[in-house]
Nanobody, 120 residues
Framework: QVQLVESGGGLVQAGGSLRLSCAASGSIFSINSMGWYRQAPGNQRELVAVIRSGGSTNYVDSVKGRFTISRDNAKNTVYLQMNSLKPEDTAVYYC??????????????WGQGTQVTVSS
């Protein structure tokens, strides 16, 4: 019984900023990696950013230098700070976490998605 609830999406003008958050709750033993994906209409879902348990990060080239992923392990929460937003960033953003519900059982969990719209 694990669920992820994300928030922070909305409408912003090009050049603006948004901060997405995603909090996990339920029967959590530990959380491995946390990541953000996005999907625009007619496009495949793509990985935007990932942060691993040790703190290392990776970003898709198109957001490097503009987006920052971070995590608060005490709150079971992952954040995505998005700066210098571009219309091309418009998409539904989904968080995903690999969560252990026991020492040896892990599964991928997804948030419900939040719409980010960047106007020109």
């Amino acid at each position: 019984q694990v669920q992820l609830v994300e928030s922070g999406g909305g409408l912003v003008q090009a050049g603006g900023s948004l901060r997405l958050s995603c909090a996990a709750s339920g029967s959590i033993f530990s959380i491995n990696s946390m990541g953000w994906y996005r999907q625009a209409p007619g496009n495949q879902r793509e990985l935007v950013a990932v942060i691993r348990s040790g703190g290392s990060t990776n970003y898709v080239d198109s957001v490097k230098g503009r987006f920052t992923i971070s995590r608060d392990n005490a709150k079971n929460t992952v954040y995505l700070q998005m700066n210098s937003l571009k219309p091309e960033d418009t998409a539904v953003y989904y968080c995903k976490m690999i969560i252990f519900t026991s020492r040896a059982v892990a599964y991928d969990y997804w948030g419900q998605g939040t719409q980010v719209t960047v106007s020109s």
